[in-house]
């Protein structure tokens, strides 16, 4: 467990390191669908909240299924876990939970407003712009300007690790503001998600100062869950909370 930000808001990425659940989901596995047995599940979770001070707060996770829809979550709302990819609050009695093993783990944080999202941003969330939406509905419910923002990118894979198609990729070139994720060595095509991440951003008015963007590849640092190194395999969790 690392913490990223701690003033105004506490915000940690996790690795795979000390929890509890045996190979292939060794350690700190978060997610309860890929295998993994409940009870290793609910102790990781457990002591990755009480690792980053969390564990009094009520906790939000979606079943994320690679989509655009952000949900609006309080501590007085139920019906949780739903499918969605981006949990956003202004509401400090709660913990927000983006779970990935190669996907983009992306917080958007407004100090101004007091308000926070988290989203699950792998390529098909890049190339429907779930980071666009999730801006747009920031403002739209909290008054947030784009300009207040600070912006955390996680650990993912990355060009140097992340092979597609031709089709795939044909798709993204196809695409003036995606185009620049792809790269070609040896006849073989490859993304480079950040890329567009950024590029967005930047169209959106992000300060460049103010987005900070891990520089690992979970593909390449054994460090990190990663699905296309491993196939059956943990997650990882980004976790964010508003401070009261």
């Not at 980053?52 to 979606?62: D, S, T, V």
């Not at 499918?83 to 509401?91: A, Q």
Request: charged share 25%.
């Amino acid at each position: 467990m690392r913490q990223i930000w701690k003033e105004g808001v506490n915000l940690w990425m996790s690795d795979r390191s000390l929890g509890v659940s045996p190979p292939p989901y060794e350690s700190l596995n978060i997610a309860f669908h890929v295998g993994d047995k409940e009870e290793n599940v609910k102790r990781n979770l457990a002591l990755a909240l009480q690792g980053a001070g969390m564990e009094k707060k009520r906790l939000f996770y979606l079943q994320q299924v690679h989509g655009t829809k952000i949900w609006e979550v309080d501590s007085s709302i139920s019906g949780f876990p739903k499918e969605g990819d981006g949990l956003m609050t202004n509401d400090p009695n709660v913990v927000l939970l983006c779970m990935v093993a190669d996907c983009n783990p992306i917080a958007l944080y407004d100090p101004k407003t007091r308000a926070l999202a988290l989203l699950h941003a792998g390529r098909a969330g890049v190339y429907k712009k779930i980071l666009t939406q999730a801006i747009h509905q920031m403002k739209n419910r909290y008054g947030s300007e784009a300009l207040d923002l600070r912006v955390y990118v996680g650990p993912s894979i990355r060009g140097c690790c992340y092979e597609v198609g031709e089709s795939i990729a044909r798709e993204f070139e196809g695409d003036s503001s995606l185009s620049m994720a792809v790269k070609r060595r040896e006849e073989r095509f490859y993304l480079h998600l950040i890329a567009p991440l950024l590029e967005e951003l930047k169209v959106l008015g992000v300060s460049e100062e103010r987005i900070l963007v891990d520089e690992h590849c979970s593909a390449c640092d054994e460090r990190f869950f990663s699905y296309r190194r491993e196939g059956i395999t943990g997650r990882m969790g980004l976790f964010g909370s508003l401070e009261a």
